[in-house]
């Protein structure tokens, strides 16, 4: 067995590698409907280059798919975007962003196993595309945070009309983010983790 004039299998590379002092690992899903910016914050704050199966989108999706608002998009998500965080030495994220596109949402289930919970990224221009994802998380049972993506074209709204639009209860984290920013998504996943956080300490006191 030949790779590169070695005999030997190659390794992870050093980036890919983890964190020797990392103690903890937990599953996070990023969902949301097509053209959200999955990919985009997946890659922004991941620290090792992300997985990513993207494919050039063709004429047959025409009609098929939703592009409102993302007419410029090229490609998209086929199986899931694979990335990796510390948040701290002892704590690893791996982030597995979701198809967006219906027809492709039956990899879901698969990419919801295990998972402790998630992020629902939202384009106020397409608000509707965020019920059946929502709807999909609660029958699993995975909690959540709302991410609202800022487009430039995207109408603004009180988190209170965002939080009644959408039919969320009163506990649940809405966040205004900008997906491509690494800084801005990190404070989305840190948001996630103090949801979490909080749900445990209220269900170890109940």
Known sequence: MDFNGSDTIPGPRTED???????????????????????????SVSEITPLTTEETMTQAGIGVDDNFGSASK?????????????????????????????????????????ALGAVVLVDTRRLEVSFDVMGRLEERGVPFVVAINSFPDAPHYAVEELRTALDLTPDIPIIECDARRRASSRDVLMTLMRFLHSLAMTGSRT
Not at 17 to 43: E, N, R, Y
């Open 17 to 43: 590698q983890l964190p020797h002092t990392a103690q903890a690992a937990a599953k996070i899903v990023i969902v949301g409907g097509f053209g959200v910016g999955k990919t985009t914050m997946v890659g």
């Open 74 to 114: 090229t490609a998209t998500t086929v199986a899931m975007d694979f990335g990796r965080i510390s948040i701290t030495d002892q704590l690893v994220l791996y982030l597995f962003g979701t198809p967006g596109q219906q027809r492709f949402w039956f990899l879901w289930n698969g990419l919801f196993e295990g």
